[in-house]
């Protein structure tokens, strides 16, 4: 039985929580915005990486324990590891091959030390990518946002396949977010994980 190479592409969301992200993030992740991150994203890596990619309407719910609120609003947002668990749970039921979380809010960490730290654009596991739309917009239009989004996705879905942190690379933290490509070894190490 070939496995099919399915990406399950979820929106995070806190739409049934006390908090509401502030400044419309939220408002530009229609099922359009879903569709063109997915379809894009799936095109930075090498044809057949995903034969297949399912957005999955049903949004990952944050409750008030799990929801830093900073003291700037705009900077307030899901702590990962309680998301990560939530989507390993959706995810394994339908046994996605990769996993892309896509948050309007900015995303956030709790140290083992009880400390919030600020993730940024991002973060990822072996096998689930999560990516913030709030860090990432710097006032571009909706177009331009879309490609900034999936530049970002496909580099945490980058770290979900061992790539790590290197110059000259989609996978260069300093790169270009719209225009950035995967280097030839980040391409032939996907393939090689492909045919096993
Ligand atoms: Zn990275
Ligand atoms: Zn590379």
């Not at 997915?38 to 008030?64: C, D, H, L, M």
């Not at 400390?115 to 990518?129: P, R, V, W």
């Not at 980058?158 to 260069?172: K, N, P, R, S, V």
């Amino acid at each position: 039985m070939v496995m099919k190479r399915t990406l399950g592409v979820y929106k995070i969301s806190n739409e049934r929580s006390v908090f509401k992200p502030p400044y419309g993030k939220m408002e530009v992740m229609t099922p359009k915005f879903f569709y063109y991150v997915s379809k894009f994203t799936v095109q930075y890596f090498p044809r057949g990486t995903f034969n297949a990619v399912k957005i999955v309407e049903k949004p990952i719910e944050i409750g008030w324990r799990d929801f830093y609120v900073d003291y700037f609003p705009e900077f307030s947002g899901p702590i990962v590891g309680s998301i990560f668990k939530r989507i390993k749970q959706e995810a394994e039921k339908e046994n996605f091959y990769r996993v892309l979380g896509i948050s309007p809010m900015m995303l956030w960490k709790k140290t083992s030390q009880g400390e919030y730290t600020n993730l940024f654009h991002g973060t990822s596991n072996s096998k689930i990518g999560l990516s913030s739309v709030a860090s990432l917009w710097d006032g571009e239009s909706l177009d331009e946002l879309i490609l900034k989004v999936s530049n970002n996705c496909a580099h945490e879905l980058g770290h979900t396949f061992g790539l790590e942190h290197h110059i000259d690379c989609l996978m260069d933290t300093e790169r270009d977010r719209f225009n950035s490509r995967f280097c030839d070894e980040c391409k032939n190490k996907i393939i090689s994980l492909l045919s096993h």
